[in-house]
């Protein structure tokens, strides 16, 4: 498994920004599909975003769709998510999570991942 570790959670406003990062070690970053999942209070996890191994394939759920930005840079092992007109409903954990994978698909369940970070809280402000 890849080790991944989430930081740039805190705390945003209504209609804010803020940007995740999720830095990945122990194996070849290249050969891993990466996705975002969320947590909020009293939900299951849900799937946010995800990303080919090279950036050729983005995928999001509907409810950021056209707010979030998924993206990564393979020579720094990082993926990030760009979360603009911040919500109160996008208040949750945030995770990242990858997959090895020798193809360019994205994945959008969580049973597919193989390797998970330990989370980063995101609260959003009324």
């Known amino acids: 498994q890849v080790q991944l570790v989430e930081s740039g959670g805190g705390l945003g406003q209504t209609g804010g920004s803020l940007r995740l990062s999720c830095v990945a070690s122990?194996?070849?970053?290249?050969?891993?599909?990466m996705g975002w999942f969320r947590q909020g209070p009293g939900k299951e996890r849900e799937f946010v975003a995800a990303?080919?191994?090279?950036?050729?394939?983005?995928y999001y759920a509907d409810s950021v769709k056209g707010r979030f930005t998924i993206s990564r840079d393979n020579a720094k092992n990082t993926m990030y998510l760009q979360m603009n007109s911040l919500k109160p409903e996008d208040t949750a954990v945030y995770y990242c999570?990858?997959?090895?994978?020798?193809?360019?698909?994205?994945?959008?369940?969580?049973?597919?991942?193989?390797?998970w970070g330990q989370g980063t809280q995101v609260t959003v402000s009324e």
């Open positions: 999570a990858a997959r090895r994978t020798d193809s360019g698909s994205v994945y959008t369940k969580e049973g597919l991942y193989d390797s």
């Open positions: 990303i080919s191994r090279r950036s050729t394939s983005t």
């Open positions: 122990g194996r070849t970053f290249t050969n891993d599909a």
